[in-house]
């Protein structure tokens, strides 16, 4: 399945439109100014400073759902790899547990930019030495990147602040490895920037400094895009102009790998692997770094005895069959034993080519393929059958298995032991960025979840991954809208990025879905978030398209057979309806700091309270459950505001100085029966995940600092079921889901 318009990998990928500048944005708060001039309510809600209460947090199990940049076996110890992903950090895999383990996860708000693993490295010599390089974004608004650098396989890190930035999540995401433990000398390290040149660390990562090479970076290129050892030699890809291949000389230089290949089709230097047994270095190329993008590329074999090379391309991309280049691992065990993919080939899809014999003849590992997704079924993408694989650049074999192979998609990792059995290993690892949650209040599940690139999922048990996959009848790509009933919870509609319509409801808790009858013309280039009232009998639907634009709400009353625009509803904003008024509405205009109301069903919104805080699309309001017109409105660093009579007028919770999203749970049991509210938010100075079982008049921090995810400020929801229980959207990885201990 492509990718919509709307995935992750796409918004927050690149500066220029609105929704990354929101991204980038929440994550750098200004300090709270004043009061907005508005007439409070009542009086400011004030309370204590928070305390912390223990929890137990988990990921609720889906099955990868991300795209994996990286799989790094280590050569000396049987059973340990690392995964590196593009914005939900680095694992590391176990053997005996079949599990991944995620090593970042205590990259706290002020670190979201370092949840992207733009490269890793292993010491052959010292096996508990593990190094990573992050930073998400090369882009003026993010921060500069970082290498984490760890003496017991990731258990415990020391930091070293770099003074350029990474680019995880960027075109090039895939190429790699960009940093190595030099061969010669285990404290000298190497780390390839995308606009920086190469830097080295002759002190184990601790300090870096430029290293003089022979190419000149660029503010806008790819720089260094592989780094790998062969033998004592230390080669080098470089992803600008049209591309080349160096390498170390005995004097400590860098030189230029003469008689290189040329032409589109070796224009970028993807992956390469080296073949100690016959001291053969293999290099993919593309005609672009990818994952998109590319349309051409090849593979070919230098003799680093001899510097001969040999064209040995598997099969030649052409038209009607485009694509690029990937992967690349040899088999230390099977000296001339190679396995290269294909990348961006979306006919007749991505595949693995493997030679016995240093690359004379292939064999695509695809066409005897088995694929065992029954544990993952969401990967079936709605219909039958599952495919083997898309946007593949990370590839890996086992050095003690030569018939252990894994490869990343744009999804999962699948892995298998004979080479034509293959199932998602992927225990452990998630990396969805998460948009929308519900806790249904009955039914069969705890929790929907809105996902970017892989639609809603429908999770009857959190500790395995949905039985019925992804929502179908349509399938979408990434989700912008998901809305429950609550006087009708078994009501549940749905809106996204899709190829065949674009909004859909259930009547059955959201297990099955029908498409909506029609759409406005306006849905399939701008979907975005809809409500439904609280008894289900009014839908709104409002329109963003992914770069921003904004266009007129419309409005069904008979469950999506026909629609009329709302020509007094803020364009673009998020309909909000009252939990218990089926007739009442609200809206965030948030450039102009107004709340709309509507008492007809969301037939006309007037104007209530102005000069509320403005000018992010961020900003937003929740409904308390089982009360009609108590909203809250989360405006991030302006503060969290309340309003008790429908949106006329707010006061100031000054109990907390940030709210970035908030939600609400079950009551505390003896309280006053008012719902758990739950926040990520800051009080006082410290960022992070917040309850308050008093209306917000007091609250406790609920995370500690080994679970801080980065960013975390889209979506939070607390269990109506199950007092304290929260389930927390991260931006990579994936559903955490914490309850008291």
């Known amino acids: 399945m492509r990718p919509s318009p709307l995935s992750r990998r796409s918004v927050l990928g690149g500066g220029a439109t609105a929704a990354l500048a929101a991204v980038s944005a929440a994550a750098h708060a200004a300090p709270a100014p004043a009061a907005p001039n508005a007439a409070p309510a009542a009086a400011p809600v004030t309370g204590t400073a928070a305390g912390a209460a223990p929890y137990r947090w988990r990921t609720a199990v889906i099955g990868g759902t991300g795209f994996v940049t990286g799989v790094l076996f280590h050569p000396r110890v049987r059973g340990l790899a690392y995964a590196r992903t593009d914005i939900g950090g680095a694992y590391r895999w176990d053997d005996r547990t079949a599990r991944w383990t995620p090593l970042t996860d205590h990259l706290g708000w002020d670190d979201w930019n370092l949840l992207g693993v733009e490269a890793m ?67 000298t390290l190497w780390l390839g920037t995308r606009h920086d040149g190469l830097l080295v660390s002759r002190d184990r990562g601790a300090t870096w400094a430029a290293a003089p090479f022979p190419a000149t970076p660029s503010a806008t290129g790819q720089g260094v895009t592989l780094l790998v050892a062969a033998g004592r030699t230390v080669y080098a890809g470089w992803g600008d102009g049209d591309g080349a291949l160096y390498r170390t000389t005995a004097g400590g230089g860098w030189e230029a790998v003469p008689g290189r290949p040329g032409g589109a089709s070796a224009k ?197 991954s949905p039985s019925r996959g992804m929502a179908a009848n349509p399938v979408f790509g990434t989700a912008t809208g998901l809305s429950l009933a609550p006087l009708r919870p078994e009501y549940v509609v749905r809106a996204g990025w899709g190829d065949h319509g674009n909004g859909a409801y259930s009547t059955d808790g959201g297990r099955t879905w029908t498409p909506f009858a029609s759409q406005p013309a306006v849905a399939g280039d701008a979907p975005g978030p809809l409500a439904t009232g609280a008894d289900g009998g009014v839908l709104l639907w409002s329109f963003v398209h992914w770069d921003g634009t904004r266009y007129a709400a419309h409005r069904s009353t008979d469950g999506g057979a026909h629609w009329t625009e709302v020509a007094t509803f803020p364009k673009g904003a998020a309909p ?129 600092d080994a679970h801080q995810w980065g960013w975390t400020g889209e979506v939070i929801t607390g269990d109506p079921r199950i007092h304290g229980r929260v389930y927390l959207g991260t931006n990579g990885r994936g559903v955490q889901y914490g309850d008291p201990v």
């Not at 069903?601 to 108590?630: E, H, K, N």
Request: glycine letters at 14%; one cysteine or more; aromatic letters at 10%.
């Open 121 to 187: 490295a292993v010491d052959p010599v010292h096996p508990d030495r593990l190094y990573l390089a992050l930073g998400t974004y090369t882009q003026p608004w993010s921060g500069n990147g970082a290498v984490l650098r760890s003496d017991d396989r990731g258990a415990t890190w020391a930091r070293t602040d770099l003074d350029v930035k990474l680019g995880a999540n960027e075109d090039g995401r895939g190429t790699g490895e960009r940093l190595l433990v030099d061969p010669r000398d285990s404290a």
């Open 268 to 464: 970028v230097p993807i992956r390469a692997a080296y073949d100690a047994g016959t001291r053969a270095l293999y290099v993919t190329y593309a005609d672009a770094p990818g994952p998109n993008g590319q349309s051409d590329g090849s593979v070919h074999r230098l003799d680093t005895v001899t510097g001969a090379w040999t064209d040995v391309t598997p099969v030649r991309p052409g038209p009607g069959d485009t694509f690029g280049y990937g992967g690349a691992a040899t088999d230390p065990r099977r000296p001339g034993t190679v396995v290269v993919s294909t990348n961006n080939r979306w006919g007749p899809v991505d595949t693995l080519f493997r030679s016995t014999d240093g690359g004379a003849t292939w064999t695509s590992l695809k066409d005897s393929a088995v694929l065992d997704v029954s544990e993952t079924p969401y990967l079936r993408w709605g219909g039958e059958e599952p495919k083997f694989g898309w946007w593949i650049q990370a590839l890996a074999l086992d050095p003690f298995d030569s018939r252990h192979l894994v490869f990343g998609t744009g999804a999962t990792l699948y892995g298998t032991r004979d080479l034509r059995r293959w199932a998602p290993q992927i225990r452990g690892l998630e990396e969805s960025s998460v948009r929308q949650l519900v806790s249904p209040p009955t039914g069969r599940a705890h929790l929907l979840s809105g996902l970017g690139d892989v639609g809603v999922m429908y999770h009857e048990r959190l500790t395995a």
């Open 576 to 704: 909000v309806a009252d939990p218990v008024d089926p007739k009442r509405f609200y809206a965030y205009d948030t450039t102009a700091g107004t709340v709309y109301t509507s008492t007809d069903g969301g037939a006309t919104f007037t104007a209530g309270a102005t000069g509320l805080p403005s000018g992010d699309v961020q900003f937003r309001i929740a409904a308390a459950p089982g009360r009609s017109g108590d909203l809250w409105l989360s405006a991030k660093g302006e503060g969290l505001f309340r309003s008790t009579d429908g949106g006329r007028a707010f006061s100031r919770v000054t109990s907390c100085r940030a709210s970035y999203a908030l939600g609400f749970g079950k009551a505390a049991p003896g309280g006053d029966g008012y719902p758990a509210v739950f926040q990520t938010g800051s009080v006082e100075d410290l960022t992070g995940v917040y309850r308050s079982d008093d209306a917000g008049r007091s609250w406790v921090r609920i995370n500690d």
